[in-house]
């Protein structure tokens, strides 16, 4: 990993390169395409191959993920659990990137009525007691999906996000994610999120943002890491 990688987005000095960032948009978008056509089992178990795939021919990347995963099971990297829960996150994480790509193909109705709400007379007094509510999340699951069930109810949500290293391909997930009802705010937009606290709008929270050195020192699985 680079240092430039471990920074946090305030310390970069600048984004991608123009025709990275260009060559990356166009990637993203045509293949955003063709998922959106083709069934989502296919697309899923494709997707799993391949970041299976990626997992197996990064070496440096490997060594990383098994430690960590060796850590939460109590044993060594070389134990083939280790192994095995590696890949199933991988076929995971595929998953999550390809309904990720789905979103612009997706009605947020659809996606909406995927989402159960447990509580929700119990979120909708919290909700109403609050001038502004911040909702604390991680990357477990589609916060995609979940933003747009929130959004069904005419609750007004938005959820801060990094705009820094690709800011055109930004600009297009957040065009989608507005004809959800859900608003991506940049990072450094400070009086864009006060402003929504003041006005009474939820603002969504990923805290599990990643590995930044000048984060927050925290211990997960009695083990000290950095949270942003």
Known sequence: MTQRAQE???????????IVERSAVLAYRAAEWAIGHLPARATWTVGGWLFQIVYALWPAKR??????FAHV?????????VRR?????????????????RLSSTPAE?????VEIVGLESFEKIRAASTGLILVTQHVGNNE?????????GWPISVVADDSTFPELFAH???????WGVDLVPWRN?????????????????????????????????????LP
């Open 8 to 18: 946090a987005p305030h310390r970069r000095r600048q984004g991608a390169p123009r």
């Open 63 to 68: 060594r990383f993920v098994d430690a960590n």
């Open 73 to 81: 099971l109590g044993t060594t990297p070389a134990d083939p659990r």
């Open 85 to 101: 829960l590696a890949l199933a996150a991988y076929r995971n994480y595929a998953r999550y990137v390809v309904e990720l790509m």
């Open 110 to 114: 659809v996606a909406a009525e995927r």
């Open 145 to 153: 999906a979940i933003a747009a069930g929130i959004a069904r109810h």
């Open 173 to 179: 997930l957040r065009a989608v994610r507005r004809s």
């Open 190 to 226: 400070l009086r864009e999120v006060f402003s929504i606290l003041k006005g009474g709008g939820m603002l969504g929270l990923l805290v599990d943002w990643g590995f930044k050195p000048d984060g927050i020192p925290v211990r997960l699985f009695d083990a000290p890491t950095m």
